[in-house]
């Protein structure tokens, strides 16, 4: 892969492969030009280089339109999204809290429970301590998976929203274990299995308690011998899981291969393809989605939609096709719970998906088209697939809504 200089990158260059920040996290996807706030956002994030695979173009779009302007832009067609500006919505007091939103409904109340709980352990194993079972965790994910079965929607679009502070650890494992636990659900694993799956999926970075806490944090871009150091958490991880916390070796290697890629050069083994545990997989594409949704140090948060391009963008690279086919079909392109802006000016948020129609799906109102707010459950559905006349022009971020919907 080639490093790019930033300073050589100009608005409306495309490469006929993805560009990379760094390992995990997309620029732009293959032959989408960069745009200038790309180039905004790398220099506030500090960054000096960046990789692809591809060759250098122009996009024949950019050069016969301009870069668009901060004013709302008319969308012609369905397909016509501009999905990484953010719309301008009306306000009327301050930004949206997502604990506002839902500090008052009890699935909210198991999320940050849950949070809690984990953080707790993380706490405990940080300071070299042992945990005398493994009763506390076994209890997080049996609460966990009975929270996901019941309420779905709810625990996806909690993730998308991410407004909890100073648990961030605990918060994108717990995130990870919910969409891992979708997934083994959706390709019917046993229950045993499932269990073991969510157990690692809240496990699978402990490793990184064991690491100096300025690498973990540092913004900057990593040395050789510090890359070296954060890629051996999922061995430090493992040998906790089995060694402090007396897992199976089952629930160990789900932990120690979830950095393993399809095309095999993830790490630490570089194994590939089926070779690598299935449950492995199914936490890379939760653990991928999940950090590109939550804010970073370098860089804003993603919407469900850009994270699931992102995703879409893979080519078999690092992810099981199959098992990513999986997490599409449970999420959609806009993922359930994702706030979206339809045609008419209408802000819902997405109730419903379906793998035959992925730009349709069925949504649920939160501002109408004449700036009406519905309160908590009282927005009425609209299905994309009968209202022929309206579709979503772009995804909102979430933070951007009404304190008064609740």
Same mark, same amino acid.
């Given at each position: 892969?080639?490093?790019?200089?930033?300073?050589i990158?100009?608005?409306g260059?495309?490469?006929?492969?993805?560009?990379?920040i760094d390992?995990?996290n997309i620029l732009?996807?293959?032959?989408?030009p960069?745009?200038?706030?790309?180039l &905004?956002d790398?220099k506030?994030w500090?960054?000096?280089t @960046?990789?692809?695979?591809?060759m250098?173009?122009?996009?024949e779009e950019? *050069?016969?339109?301009?870069e668009?302007?901060?004013?709302?832009?008319?969308t012609?067609?369905?397909? /016509?999204?501009?999905?990484?500006?953010k719309?301008?919505?009306?306000?009327t007091? %301050?930004v949206l %809290?997502? %604990?506002?939103?839902?500090?008052n409904?009890?699935?909210?109340?198991?999320?940050?429970?849950l949070?809690e709980q984990?953080?707790t352990?993380?706490d405990?194993?940080?300071?070299?301590?042992?945990?005398?079972?493994?009763?506390?965790?076994?209890s997080?994910?049996? +609460?966990l998976l009975q929270?996901v079965?019941?309420n779905r929607?709810?625990?996806?679009g909690?993730?998308?929203?991410?407004?909890?502070?100073?648990y961030?650890m605990?918060?994108?494992?717990v995130?990870?274990?919910?969409?891992s636990?979708l997934?083994?659900q959706e390709l019917k694993?046993p229950?045993p299995k499932?269990?073991?799956t969510? =157990?690692a999926a809240?496990?699978?970075?402990?490793g990184?308690?064991r690491?100096p806490k300025?690498?973990?944090?540092?913004?900057?871009?990593l040395s050789d011998?510090?890359?070296?150091?954060?890629?051996?958490?999922?061995?430090?991880? !493992?040998?906790? @899981?089995t060694?402090?916390?007396?897992?199976?070796d089952e629930?160990?290697d789900?932990v120690?291969?979830?950095h393993?890629?399809? &095309?095999?050069?993830?790490?630490?083994y570089?194994i590939?393809?089926?070779k =690598?545990?299935?449950?492995s997989?199914?936490?890379s594409?939760? /653990?991928?989605?999940?950090?590109? *949704?939550?804010?970073?140090?370098?860089r804003?948060?993603?919407?469900? !939609?850009?994270a699931?391009?992102?995703?879409?963008?893979d080519n078999s690279?690092?992810f099981d096709?199959g098992?990513?086919k999986?997490?599409?079909l449970?999420?959609g392109?806009?993922?359930i719970g994702?706030?979206?802006l339809?045609?008419?000016?209408?802000?819902?948020?997405?109730m419903?998906?379906?793998?035959?129609?992925?730009?349709?799906?069925?949504? +649920?109102?939160?501002?109408d088209?004449y700036k009406?707010?519905?309160?908590?459950?009282e927005?009425?559905f609209i299905?994309?697939?009968?209202?022929?006349?309206l579709y979503?022009v772009?995804a909102?971020?979430?933070?951007?809504l009404?304190?008064? =919907?609740?």
């Amino acid at each position: 892969m080639k490093n790019i200089p930033v300073k050589i990158l100009r608005p409306g260059l495309t490469f006929t492969k993805p560009v990379y920040i760094d390992r995990d996290n997309i620029l732009v996807p293959a032959e989408e030009p960069i745009r200038q706030k790309d180039l &905004d956002d790398l220099k506030a994030w500090g960054i000096e280089t @960046v990789q692809t695979e591809g060759m250098p173009g122009i996009s024949e779009e950019f *050069v016969k339109k301009p870069e668009p302007s901060s004013e709302p832009v008319s969308t012609k067609t369905e397909t /016509d999204e501009n999905d990484t500006e953010k719309a301008p919505l009306k306000k009327t007091d %301050s930004v949206l %809290s997502l %604990s506002e939103v839902h500090e008052n409904k009890g699935s909210y109340r198991t999320y940050v429970s849950l949070i809690e709980q984990l953080d707790t352990v993380f706490d405990i194993l940080s300071k070299g301590k042992n945990i005398s079972d493994n009763r506390l965790i076994n209890s997080i994910s049996t +609460q966990l998976l009975q929270a996901v079965r019941n309420n779905r929607v709810n625990f996806i679009g909690f993730i998308l929203g991410g407004e909890i502070k100073n648990y961030e650890m605990a918060k994108s494992s717990v995130n990870s274990a919910i969409l891992s636990s979708l997934m083994a659900q959706e390709l019917k694993f046993p229950h045993p299995k499932i269990l073991n799956t969510v =157990i690692a999926a809240m496990l699978h970075d402990v490793g990184m308690l064991r690491l100096p806490k300025e690498i973990v944090e540092k913004h900057g871009n990593l040395s050789d011998s510090e890359r070296q150091l954060i890629n051996s958490h999922p061995l430090l991880s !493992y040998r906790i @899981v089995t060694r402090e916390l007396k897992y199976t070796d089952e629930v160990g290697d789900i932990v120690l291969q979830h950095h393993e890629r399809w &095309d095999g050069h993830g790490y630490l083994y570089r194994i590939s393809g089926e070779k =690598i545990n299935i449950s492995s997989r199914i936490l890379s594409i939760a /653990d991928s989605f999940e950090a590109m *949704v939550s804010q970073k140090a370098y860089r804003n948060s993603l919407t469900g !939609y850009q994270a699931m391009k992102n995703l879409l963008a893979d080519n078999s690279r690092c992810f099981d096709p199959g098992v990513l086919k999986t997490f599409i079909l449970i999420m959609g392109i806009h993922p359930i719970g994702s706030i979206v802006l339809l045609n008419n000016g209408t802000t819902a948020r997405v109730m419903e998906t379906r793998s035959d129609a992925p730009l349709r799906p069925k949504v +649920q109102v939160l501002i109408d088209e004449y700036k009406n707010i519905f309160k908590n459950e009282e927005g009425f559905f609209i299905d994309l697939l009968v209202e022929k006349n309206l579709y979503i022009v772009k995804a909102l971020d979430p933070k951007e809504l009404s304190p008064h =919907i609740n």
